[in-house]
């Protein structure tokens, strides 16, 4: 494989990996305007799920989808500390974060676990295409083929949904409570429903990078809010702020950008190990430059 | 028919600064009311409506609809019933979304809300036809985002929203503070005009004397937390700003010099 390929694999494959996230990030982060540090928790809790329920032999699917709804708890935890116990949003992210991390090593029962020998739904997908007679190896541009369709499912549920009188209702929640309020929409329904969906969203991520890296590890999440939000606005830096459709569109191709820079940065000779750093930059430039921009 | 029953509420209750907001307060609307309140700054005119809707909690008396007693209710539960306009034009509509999702989140007023696509092309040709008899030229622009728009135009917006699910009871908070004369003029008209229409009871909170006495059919001057003036029918009819402000000198409180209110 040549240089460009290897770009381009890492670049994609891992970005769709991530759009997801950046997803469930877009829900809180933009719609909801306050940075929630459940995904911290949510993410590797959905590697861990998914190793335990993959180890314990369920299928792949089930098993991925088993992950999605623990991240979805986490989150409809989050927002009934805020909501009915009147915790500020982002204490009560940081302390399901924190609680979740102990949640995951029970779950998986050590800190990391190895999921080589054990089906992932991009094996099981591989085998069932060979099964009806199309011919596909488990390598990246395969992943890549399944991810882009998981990818674009999901964008196109999430806009739907986004559209629908409920979706409306969450948008909303997040830009002027009191009118939404006024309207007769009880918030901490949709607080609930819109933290739960943001967190579905991103232990679907976590699980999937668990499958496709081999492993679900304790450490994964760290960091990972700061990911999504990166992504999402270097997406919206790219896009600016337009429809729902935008948006969506928007936070797909910031995730994609994003592992594009940090590739490019692991290619000029920074290591893995400074990938938080590059991340904190990223996310800082992403911020600042539309100011200073304006500030012109 | 609106109530509000020996309603009291006060503000810093017990500390020196201790302001009664509304003071052993009754007022009952009728169907097919349209009343005007004035008073001077902190006379309890906004507080009065936050009782109506839920958004303040009196400590007495209590707020019925057609006898059933609402004054416990939480905002959302009794949304239903009312359409409401603030006098920041941010605060009736969401500004990052568009005029038909807008329109469309205050047509599911009070009811619940699922799974269902929010503007269907039925809905949306609904909007474009209230849109179209307003005259602004909206009803070309549904997917424009609401940010912008105009204060006077978000404002319009904000009285089709109000209006449009068929509420019990129309609440308008200053709702032309915000904007310039002449734009306040064609709002108001639209207002007059969306009341008259489809006969909405109508409580409508303005610190301009001529427009409280210009429309409606009643009249309630506020001060310090009660009413101190009533006037219906063909003796509100009768009314002047003079006459108002001599009421104001009568009940024997009111500086005119630094109060906002209008005298034109």
């Not at chain 1, 409809?76 to 924190?98: D, E, F, K, S």
């Not at chain 2, 008073?39 to 009196?58: E, H, M, R, Y």
């Not at chain 2, 003036?229 to 000198?249: D, M, N, Q, Y």
């Amino acid at each position: 494989m040549n240089l460009l390929q290897a770009l381009a694999s890492n670049t994609f494959e891992q970005g769709l990996l991530f759009a997801f996230l950046g997803f469930g990030v877009l829900l809180t982060f933009r719609f909801f305007r306050f940075p929630d540090l459940t995904a911290e928790g949510s993410y590797p809790l959905g590697g861990a799920v998914v190793a335990a329920l993959l180890v314990a032999g369920f299928n792949p699917f089930a098993a991925t989808f088993g992950a999605a709804l623990a991240g979805a708890g986490a989150g409809i935890l989050t927002a009934l500390i805020h909501t009915r116990l009147r915790v500020n949003a982002i204490i009560a992210g940081i302390i399901v974060m924190t609680a979740v991390y102990s949640v995951n090593l029970r779950v998986m029962g050590r800190a990391n676990t190895p999921l080589l020998s054990t089906r992932s739904v991009f094996g099981d997908i591989v085998a069932g295409l060979n099964a009806i007679g199309i011919p596909a190896v488990e390598n990246a541009a395969t992943n890549i083929a399944i991810l882009s369709v998981f990818v674009v499912i999901v964008a196109l549920l999430l806009a739907a949904f986004l559209r629908t009188d409920l979706g409306l209702a969450v948008r909303a929640t997040g830009e002027n409570e009191t009118m939404i309020r006024a309207l007769g929409v009880d918030t901490d329904w949709t607080k609930i429903v819109g933290l739960g969906l943001s967190n579905f969203l991103i232990a679907l991520s976590g699980a999937l990078v668990a499958q496709n890296h081999g492993f679900a590890d304790i450490g994964m999440g760290i960091g990972i809010l700061v990911t999504g939000a990166a992504a999402v606005l270097i997406g919206e830096a790219i896009f600016g702020d337009r429809t729902i459709g935008w948006w969506i569109a928007a936070a797909l191709v910031g995730v994609l950008i994003y592992r594009l820079l940090v590739v490019l940065a692991l290619y000029v000779g920074l290591q893995p190990t400074d990938l938080k750093l590059i991340t904190a930059v990223l996310l800082l430039a992403a911020l600042a430059l539309p100011k200073l921009r304006g500030a012109r | 028919m609106l109530a509000l029953e020996h309603v009291t509420k006060t503000f810093a209750s017990g500390g020196a600064a201790e302001v009664k907001a509304l003071d052993d307060l009754s007022l009952a609307i009728g169907d097919g009311d349209f009343v005007t309140v004035i008073g001077s700054n902190g006379a309890g005119k906004s507080t009065l409506l936050k009782a109506i809707v839920g958004l303040t909690q009196p400590e007495a008396g209590r707020v019925t609809l057609d006898g059933r007693d609402i004054t416990r209710d939480p905002v959302h539960r009794r949304a239903g019933l009312f359409g409401r306009i603030a006098q920041d034009p941010n605060d009736s509509t969401c500004a990052g979304m568009t005029i038909e999702e807008n329109l469309a989140m205050a047509a599911k007023r009070g009811q619940s809300r699922w799974l269902r696509r929010a503007v269907t092309s039925e809905l949306r040709e609904r909007f474009r036809g209230a849109l179209a008899e307003i005259g602004l030229g909206l009803e070309s622009r549904l997917d424009t985002r609401i940010g912008l728009l105009s204060g006077g135009q978000r404002q319009t917006i904000a009285l089709l929203m109000a209006t449009l699910a068929g509420p019990r009871l129309l609440l308008l908070d200053e709702h032309l503070a915000a904007l310039d004369p002449k734009t306040a003029e064609l709002v108001m008209a639209l207002t007059d005009r969306l009341v008259g229409e489809r006969r909405l009871t109508t409580l409508m909170i303005t610190h301009n004397m001529a427009d409280a006495i210009r429309w409606g059919n009643r009249l309630v001057m506020m001060h310090r937390g009660r009413i101190i003036f009533e006037a219906a029918g063909p003796a509100k009819a009768r009314l002047t700003v003079s006459g108002l402000v001599a009421k104001f000198h009568e009940a024997g409180h009111i500086d005119l010099a630094d109060d906002r209110m209008l005298l034109s």
